[in-house]
């Protein structure tokens, strides 16, 4: 059973920087897609990034794209979401999650079958 655990989160101003990790276990890493997704107070969960099984193509949401770079480490099953310039409006919870097979950008990540137990990112102004 593949398991996704979370850290990095915290409180941020605006114009910051902040990395998350996801840690991946239970399955072999390099055969699955993941991607970054969050959900705001009052809001439907939204795509920030993935990346493919192979690590070779990344997607972003345009809210974010020229800010936020996600990157895997393939030796610590470890994938990151680089966050800078960081804007009030990223405030949410930040989710991992993991997908056999090919890389599914956009939508609220319903091809997603695992998810992390998620990490608040507050971006003050």
């Known amino acids: 059973q593949v398991q996704l655990v979370e850290s990095g989160g915290g409180l941020a101003q605006a114009g910051g920087s902040l990395r998350l990790s996801c840690a991946f276990s239970?399955?072999?890493?390099?055969?699955?897609?993941k991607g970054w997704f969050r959900q705001a107070p009052g809001k439907e969960r939204e795509f920030v990034a993935t990346?493919?099984?192979?690590?070779?193509?990344?997607y972003y949401a345009d809210s974010v794209k020229g800010r936020f770079t996600i990157s895997r480490d393939s030796a610590k099953k470890t994938v990151f979401l680089q966050m800078n310039s960081l804007r009030p409006e990223d405030t949410a919870v930040y989710y991992c999650?993991?997908?056999?097979?090919?890389?599914?950008?956009?939508?609220?990540?319903?091809?997603?079958?695992?998810w992390g137990q998620g990490t608040q990112v507050t971006v003050s102004s």
């Open positions: 990346i493919s099984n192979s690590g070779a193509y990344v």
């Open positions: 239970g399955g072999t890493f390099s055969t699955y897609a």
């Open positions: 999650a993991a997908k056999h097979g090919a890389a599914v950008r956009g939508g609220g990540g319903y091809e997603y079958n695992y």
